[in-house]
């Protein structure tokens, strides 16, 4: 088994004002008569794993829907490299350098593990009448190009024995690690996964969190984590927040929020409190 590094509390690591890759500010989200999210802050140094958890229905999934465009915010502002991105269109945001996953797999079905990963090159393809009539000239060497960046990225997530297979024969664990392939053949510099773990078993779980480390510490990836499994966010996470029920209950270094008396009431109950 591997044996993460816990990461500490860095919390008084940075002076006053540090450079951040993401910030919410006040973000507020409703669908209806309910609130998802009721003014939610937090933020992301460079370079830094940050966790996102909560249970279900918490609004962890709507945050990263407002941050990647999907459902902007109806109130608050979104800061990405200190560049206000609020209600930025999805392809747009993808432009900037974000890059994500998604809780259920979002992979083309009847096509290769290979030809899944390309689509992740699509921020950095540009095509025109130009240079299709000069095809062998200028486009196919930006698709060589293109494919070789591909071929990188399936060394580095360990997918040679499956890069031709169908994605539909190719077992969940693998999937999961093909969508994850495909967020970083667009070279992000913020990569969000959204739940990469779901599903998985043991080993694989271990596997996808080396993989997330190696990430970080080989491209300089800031990474933004919507987990379940508590013990890889205290694992490989720098800092983490805490969301119930629409509502930011603690942020800070794993160990102190995983301490939080209010975590522990929203995930445990009071009750099992009281009974203790």
């Known amino acids: 088994m591997i044996n993460y590094d816990n990461r500490p509390d860095?919390?008084?690591?940075?002076?006053?004002?540090?450079?951040?890759?993401?910030?919410?500010?006040?973000?507020?989200?409703?669908?209806g008569g309910l609130r998802a999210l009721k003014g939610i802050s937090l933020a992301l140094e460079p370079g830094?794993?940050?966790?996102?958890?909560?249970?279900?229905?918490?609004?962890?999934?709507?945050?990263?829907?407002?941050?990647?465009?999907?459902?902007?915010?109806?109130?608050?502002?979104?800061?990405y490299q200190s560049r206000d991105i609020t209600g930025t269109k999805p392809h747009r945001v993808a432009h900037l350098g974000i890059a994500r996953t998604f809780q259920n797999l979002a992979l083309f079905r009847g096509m290769s593990v290979l030809d899944n990963i390309l689509i992740g090159r699509h921020v950095h393809m540009?095509?025109?009448?130009?240079?299709?009539?000069?095809?062998?000239?200028?486009?196919?060497r930006d698709e060589i190009a293109q494919r070789r960046r591909v071929e990188e990225v399936i060394d580095f997530l360990q997918l040679e024995d499956v890069r031709d297979e169908p994605i539909d024969v190719v077992p969940l664990g693998l999937q999961k690690r093909?969508?994850?392939?495909?967020?970083?053949?667009?070279?992000?510099r913020l990569l969000v996964l959204d739940e990469p773990m779901a599903g998985m078993n043991q080993e694989e779980k271990e596997y996808m969190a080396r993989f997330i480390l190696d990430t970080r510490d080989e491209h300089g990836t800031t990474v933004l984590?919507?987990?379940?499994?508590?013990?890889?966010?205290?694992?490989i996470c720098d800092r983490m927040a805490v969301l119930s029920y629409g509502e930011l209950i603690a942020e800070g270094g794993p160990r102190t929020v995983l301490a939080d008396e209010r975590v522990i009431a929203a995930y445990l109950g009071k009750a099992r409190d009281r009974a203790a």
Request: overall charge neutral; some cysteine; charged content about 15%.
């Open 10 to 31: 860095r919390a008084g690591d940075h002076g006053a004002t540090p450079p951040y890759s993401l910030e919410c500010r006040g973000i507020v989200r409703s669908f």
């Open 48 to 79: 830094a794993i940050f966790g996102l958890v909560g249970p279900n229905g918490s609004g962890k999934t709507t945050l990263v829907n407002a941050v990647t465009g999907f459902y902007p915010p109806q109130q608050g502002r979104i800061f």
């Open 178 to 188: 093909v969508e994850l392939a495909r967020a970083l053949a667009a070279e992000p």
């Open 225 to 235: 984590l919507i987990e379940h499994h508590m013990d890889v966010v205290a694992s």
């Open 126 to 140: 540009r095509p025109s009448a130009l240079a299709t009539l000069f095809y062998w000239w200028w486009a196919e």
